[in-house]
């Protein structure tokens, strides 16, 4: 099965500096990579994914780039805001094998002002 | 207002009494599925259900069952509740496939959480 790495598993960052979060994965037939976002208390809720015909895919402050050769793909966060503190998971899958899935460890960011 | 409802948000419950977890979804997803959440330990997946009358084993299914005799519900048993399975649990439901793009998955839709403790 996937074996899913997450790293940091903590990154604290100053208000307006940029956030760098890995998601490692095994399984070479992976296609889809989403990041999920989870604030205290609340659910977890997609914010990005890219599939693997594209290698990098922006939404405003928010980007996710892969590099599939090396199995790997990145949230990149960008002028860091207090709401961008929260827990964010990542979760790669595969459309042909879609049902067993395994998330990330998790990384909590916390943006200091 | 398409969402993914779970029931109960909050439960204290005795070891060894039977309880179960209701998820109901309205966006006609076909996908669906159990997480348990632990400090440390990330989102694991209990079960998943592809289609009505089809389910499968996660990473952690001791201890639970499902059923999908609906396409909308999926709901989560406790037979026998242990201190063991306290925990913060979440179901989230998914079309099989992106629409338009039938190669690729379609992101999860999470509920509310339920809350758990086994005393």
């Known amino acids: 099965g996937e074996n899913v790495e997450q790293h940091p598993s903590t990154l604290s960052v100053q208000e307006g500096d940029s956030a760098v979060i890995k998601c490692t994965y095994s399984d070479s037939a992976s296609n889809y990579f989403p990041w999920y976002k989870q604030e205290l208390g609340k659910r977890p809720q997609l914010i990005i994914d890219?599939?693997?015909?594209?290698g990098e895919k922006k939404d405003q402050r928010i980007a996710v780039t892969l590099n599939k050769t090396a199995k790997h793909f990145s949230l990149h966060i960008t002028e860091t805001q207090p709401e961008d503190s929260a827990v964010y998971f990542c979760a790669p899958g595969r459309a042909d094998s879609w049902g067993k899935l395994q998330f990330g460890a998790g990384t909590q960011v916390v943006v200091t002002p | 207002e398409a969402q993914v409802t779970q029931n109960p948000r909050y439960l204290i419950t005795v070891t060894g009494k039977k309880l179960t977890v209701t998820c109901s979804q309205n966006m006609n997803h076909e996908y669906m599925s159990w997480y348990r959440q632990d400090p440390g330990l990330g989102l694991r997946q209990i079960y998943y259900s592809m289609n009505v009358e089809v389910t499968d084993k996660g990473d952690v299914p001791e201890g639970y069952k499902v059923s999908r005799k609906e396409k909308r519900n999926f709901p989560l048993i406790l037979e026998s509740p242990s201190p063991n399975q306290t925990s913060l649990y979440f179901c989230a439901s998914s079309l099989h496939r992106e629409p338009g793009l039938s190669s690729y998955n379609s992101p999860l839709h999470f509920g509310n959480g339920t809350r758990l403790t086994v005393t």
């Open positions: 890219i599939r693997s015909n594209v």
